[in-house]
């Protein structure tokens, strides 16, 4: 998986629990993003960042903040997690540069983490 | 709106035969378009690009095709295996995307031997 793990990969909670994320790569990549998964949605990008302490929203940032303090770590934290926020999340990275880049943007995807909110 | 779709029901073909699936977007502009595949359990798989300005990209058994007039990509598997059995998800970058991806739910294509 392009040296990017994510942990934990499974997690129960309850509602109203705050909830950390962890995305960790090893490809010293510039571009790091997080999206959620679910049944009919396909991906959907949550935040994403493009550089240290450089993050911006996407798609479904509601109820999501996002921390990189280090290129190799992406942190995702649901402050109150709700039932709406059970889903399989997916750490990706790129490498590419500015406007879409020489490749295009090809993304690398971490193995995901299961959350369930009860 | 903007929409990106792909067939939600699953393809099913036989072995040795040629899959064919659709993508097709409104709304968009895309710089480019990526094809995924995503295996159950585990993250989507790059597998190709093609550029605005390209009718057709080939990598091995794969062909993807980009036509901007009918807003749409088809991508190809020839002399498919049941080792194709997967969902595949196309992807697209806006003109102006930075990077960032918007998905299609994703075509789930089962080969049977």
């Known amino acids: 998986d392009a040296g990017i793990t994510q942990s934990p990969r499974h997690k129960v909670t309850e509602t109203g629990t705050p909830v950390t994320l962890r995305c960790h790569q090893t490809e010293n990549h510039r571009y790091m993003y997080w999206y959620r998964q679910d049944p009919g949605h396909g991906l959907r990008l949550i935040h994403y960042?493009?550089?240290?302490?450089?993050?911006d929203k996407g798609e479904v940032s509601d109820g999501y903040s996002v921390s990189r303090s280090k290129t190799e770590d992406f942190l995702l934290t649901l402050e109150s997690a709700t039932s709406s926020q059970t889903s399989v999340y997916f750490c990706?990275?790129?490498?590419?540069?500015?406007?879409?880049?020489?490749?295009?943007?090809?993304?690398?995807f971490g193995p995901g983490t299961r959350l369930t909110v009860l | 709106s903007q929409k990106i779709e792909q067939n939600s029901e699953a393809l099913n073909i036989q072995e040795g035969k040629t899959a064919t699936l659709t993508c097709n977007y409104t709304?968009?502009?895309?710089?480019?378009l990526q094809w995924y595949r995503q295996d159950p359990g585990r993250g989507p798989v790059f597998l190709l690009l093609i550029r605005e300005n390209e009718k057709e990209k080939r990598k091995e058994r794969l062909k993807v095709t980009f036509d901007t007039t009918l807003k749409q990509s088809l991508f190809h598997i020839t002399a498919s295996q049941p080792a194709d059995s997967a969902t595949y998800l196309c992807a697209l970058i806006p003109s102006g995307g930075y990077n960032k991806l918007i998905f299609g739910a994703g075509t789930r294509l089962a080969v049977h031997p």
């Open positions: 709304n968009y502009s895309p710089a480019y």
């Open positions: 990706a990275i790129s490498g590419s540069q500015g406007l879409a880049g020489v490749n295009g943007g090809e993304q690398f």
């Open positions: 960042s493009y550089g240290v302490k450089d993050t």
